[in-house]
């Protein structure tokens, strides 16, 4: 008795990209073992071994510090431009800030790893990040306030790219707890910024000596990754001569097959009257012309724009209106929730639980797109929930904070949701780098379109209810392209597909996103 072959998507994270990286296996994406990673040898000799209990202690410095230089400045965002003269535009501008540095800066990411290593970029990421920290509170203008954020945000943004290979590449055994370990420490920094920031403006302190307070944390990993860095050295991966070639001429390559499924039964000959016996050398030159028609194919959808993909376009869209959602909420709830009779500690400690939730998600959400069928309708549901928050602001906004609170938070499980369904979308480890290098930047860049808008708006008409009713329709439109990126459809399948639908033509028109 024959078993049925496994049909689940294989992800080879030991085959080098083209580019000489090495892919970053999903959490959750069908069985997959975390045998530990052999000591690779540096250029310099020296082996990348780092030992458990320092992983952990520097994932976590990391993860804790990722978000509160972001999400810390909402509660303050009145103060601060009360104290330049500047107004609401500038909400709209710091608010949007942190999504404008996430998306062009996390583009410097890979080529500055190649140079000075993982670690190297992680440990110089974080001395900006405490720089810009320390002194944006002293700038004289809005200008240089602005800029000095920009510089403290280009750490977090380096890292959100980095720490994920880092893991990888360092984590063996241990790699699938560092990465839990390191969403749910993302949430609880998150939610840190926003409930201690006005605490930290109280007393004999200002706005300035709150914002200072984060460089305290920030130069935590830098201690800590100068002595994993001595031990590293430059620690990114590096090709294995010849893999990419061997791969692309392999004409029996069949990289969505498992290795153990069972070879079809032969079939006898037929035996009507007049019939010819098959050819099994035809069958063979035939199977073998399938085999690299289709190898051939795969190789060129490396090269197909991800915008011929419907699925890569829609999680694009997805992810984008989550963030600019996610940073809205961050920069503007605070005021909405002042202006309808809350405290500032009140508000502050309000959006700190939308943050929050962002730490059951983490949890919850790798389990349920590993095991549905169905995730669409779960993608559309969190639109719903994050409209149902806003029109519960709108209607009643002191009555049940905490509610709509809640509505919006679980409406935020439309980040993990996102970012598990990079790998959980493709096969090819190559596509899976090339769909988050564009789903991150390019989402992280329309996300911050949405803040700016929105301090416009609200400059021109001194409306925060509009404000909100823009908000509730961009929720609902972040649950349809939840519901198109969420069918079950591979983005391979659609470049694959792209490719076999060309005209045949002597030109060579292919395009690279």
Sequence with gaps: MTSEPDQTPRHDTDTP???????????????????????????????????????VVFVAAISLNLRPAASGLGPLMQDITGAYGVGAWADGLLTALPCLCFGAFGLLAVPMSRRIGLTGTIVVAFVLATIGLVLRPLSGSFGLFVLLSALALMGPSL??????????????????????????????????????????????????????????????????????????????????????AAAATDPGAQPSAPPSSPAPAPQPPSASAGSELPDPAADLEATT?????????????????????????????????????????????????????????????????????????????????????????????????????????????????????????????????????????????AITARLSGIVQPVGYLLAGIGPLLMGALLQATASLTLVLWVLLVSALALGAAGWRASANRLVDDDLIEAVESRPPSGTDTRERD
């Design 17 to 55: 990209l083209a580019d000489g990286s090495t892919p970053v296996a999903p959490l959750s994406d069908g069985p997959h073992t975390d045998a530990p990673l052999p000591a690779a040898s540096t250029p310099k000799g020296r082996t990348t071994v780092v030992g458990l209990g320092l992983a």
């Design 159 to 244: 890292v959100n790219v980095v720490t994920p290979a880092w893991v990888k590449r360092h984590g063996g055994r241990a790699s699938v707890a560092l990465m839990t370990l390191y969403s749910m420490l993302l949430a609880v920094g998150a939610a840190t910024g926003p409930a201690i920031a006005v605490p930290l403006a109280s007393g004999v302190h200002d706005w300035r000596d709150s914002l200072q307070t984060w460089a305290i944390l920030a130069a935590l990993p830098v201690v800590i990754g100068v002595l994993v860095l001595v031990r590293v050295g430059n620690d990114y991966p590096r090709a294995v001569p010849g893999a990419d």
């Design 289 to 429: 012309a399938r085999a690299r028609a289709r190898a051939a194919a795969r190789e060129a959808a490396r090269s197909v724009p991800l915008w011929r993909s419907p699925a890569a376009v829609f999680l694009t869209l997805m992810f984008g209106l989550q963030s600019m959602n996610a940073y809205t909420q961050f920069g503007m709830l605070p005021q909405i929730l002042t202006d309808a009779g809350l405290s500032p500690g009140a508000a502050g400690a309000t959006v700190s639980q939308v943050a929050a939730w962002g730490m059951v998600g983490g949890l919850v959400m790798p389990t349920i797109i590993a095991r549905s069928n169905r995730l669409g309708i779960f993608a559309l549901a969190f639109g719903l929930l994050t409209a149902a928050g806003y029109l519960g602001l709108i209607l009643a906004p002191a009555a049940s904070p905490v509610a709509w609170a809640a509505l919006l938070g679980i409406g935020g499980f439309a980040f993990p949701t996102a970012i598990a369904m990079i790998p959980a979308r493709t096969r090819d480890p």
